[in-house]
């Protein structure tokens, strides 16, 4: 789809490290109890856009109360499936996501994705809450999601 990064062994304390950086607080999962994580976090900005590229091996990642305490909710995540596969859940919609599947996250609300501890990767568009919440009002929630046969979807 847009970009493919590489992957490299990581502690699990360094991913998510580099996932609170550009993305906020969350709770990481290893599968299997592991220490190391196969993945990669890449930040870049195209056409006034940050763009976060995430690939990773885990159980899961959340963002839980805890989390949410420690940053404020600034974004929304338009969330495109690249490889593999995921369940996303927030509010009261889960969703198994497949490549080009999308999803819109609201990072001012808790949220649980998962991934089986198999390897996933998507690409996440950062939108300013404010501005979505300004342009579509009470439209602008998380949990929404574009299947990769809908005709918008095709559109991005």
Known sequence: MLTKIES??????SFESELLSVCGAFNVDPKHQSRSVLGAVQHETLADLEVVHVAKDLNSIKRTKKELSQDIGENFFLIIQEEGQALMNQHDTARIILPGDMILIDS?????????????????????????????????RGGIF???????????
């Open 146 to 156: 574009i299947s990769r046969d809908d005709h918008t979807a095709i559109a991005t």
């Open 108 to 140: 001012a609300y808790a949220s649980d994705f998962s991934f089986f501890g198999r390897f996933s990767r998507q690409v996440s568009i950062h939108l300013s809450r404010e501005e979505m919440v300004s342009r579509f009002k009470n439209l602008a």
């Open 8 to 13: 490299k062994s990581l502690t699990v304390e």
